[in-house]
């Protein structure tokens, strides 16, 4: 027996760098603009998530185009779209990564930052590389990279990650958010992060 398990463990841990390889092989970036349609999403007064993230997202095509991928957005106007069509788009491709786009909201308005989420370990390096991207182009609270089960990372099965980009309840960060430098800077990181971790493949 220990010796069936010595010739697996080698096996199993190739299995896995294989794996591994392969999910950094990608030339497709999914990018996922939170919400949309009658979703709002968080929100505090006329400023609403769906339409924060979906600027962001279309900020963060053009950035990852700029650095040589194809791009597939999951929704590119305010219209609502289920959490299965989105993962479903994603299941289309066979080389793609997947980026959820989103704002944070709770009933406390002093918290603030960004946060990154994953689900998978294949996921993880890609939420890492991301949040570093981010947190080089602002300033804000360090909230981390942390797992989550949140439905369109939990059921993708490419590398998947949803970023939290500050909380739209928070008068400060939110009066940032409505900046537009503030969102392209966020864009800037995130493909920045999307380049690294392709590229430590």
């Known amino acids: 027996m220990r010796g069936l398990r010595r010739l697996l463990f080698p096996l199993l841990a190739l299995v896995f760098a294989g ?3 392969e999910a950094r092989n990608f030339r497709t970036v999914v990018i996922d603009p939170g919400h949309g349609g009658h979703d ?3 929100q505090w007064g006329l400023v609403y998530e769906k ?7 279309t900020r963060l095509e053009s950035e ?23 993962v479903r788009i994603a299941s289309r491709y ?4 997947f980026v959820s786009v989103h704002t944070n909201y709770t009933w406390r308005q002093d918290a603030s930052g960004l946060e990154t ?13 991301v949040h570093s991207g981010m947190m080089s182009k602002v300033r804000a609270v360090n909230r981390g990279v942390k797992s989550a089960r949140f439905y369109v990372i939990r059921n993708t099965t490419c590398p998947s990650i949803l970023v939290e980009c500050g909380f739209v309840s928070n008068p400060s960060e939110r009066e940032r958010m409505k900046s537009a430098w503030f969102r392209q800077a966020l864009a800037e990181g995130i493909a ?10």
């Open 19 to 21: 794996s591994a390889a």
């Open 40 to 42: 709002k999403g968080g």
């Open 51 to 57: 339409h924060l993230a979906l600027d962001i997202a």
């Open 64 to 86: 990852v185009k700029k650095r040589g991928f194809r791009t597939v957005m999951t929704r590119r106007s305010d219209y609502f779209i289920s959490l299965p069509e989105r």
């Open 94 to 97: 066979s080389d793609a990564i």
């Open 117 to 129: 989420f994953f689900h998978s370990g294949q996921s993880r390096p890609l939420a890492s590389y």
């Open 192 to 201: 920045e992060g999307i380049l690294r971790f392709r590229r430590a493949g």
